[in-house]
């Protein structure tokens, strides 16, 4: 992974964290946004303009693809550079929590 990209997608904002982890199949925008409030029982609301400001960049880091345009939607999926920083953010908050439960169980 190169170091801009680890730089900028490490630790990772919940919103490209969702972002990619929706992306694993094919999803416009708005359908992103809704698996996300699915996903976290509406705990998270992705705001359009973050929303739309953040596929861009991951589209311009190589992070997420577009696949096809339907109906003025733009349709997009995870490359494998997304899937490979979305496996390293998984690893890191996997270690925090185990780290959390180390210390909280004592």
Do not use: W
């Amino acid at each position: 992974m190169e170091r801009h990209i680890r730089k900028v997608y490490a630790p990772m904002t919940e919103t490209a964290f969702y972002i990619l982890l929706c992306l694993q199949e094919p999803r416009h925008g708005y359908g992103v946004v809704q698996e996300v409030e699915k996903l976290t029982d509406g705990a998270v609301h992705l705001a359009p303009g973050t929303m739309y400001g953040s596929l861009s960049k991951m589209e311009k880091d190589g992070l997420i693809r577009l696949v096809r345009e339907e109906e003025k939607r733009k349709v997009y999926e995870s490359t494998e550079l997304g899937r490979e920083v979305l496996r390293a953010e998984i690893a890191r908050i996997e270690r925090l929590y185990r780290n959390a439960k180390e210390v909280m169980g004592k």
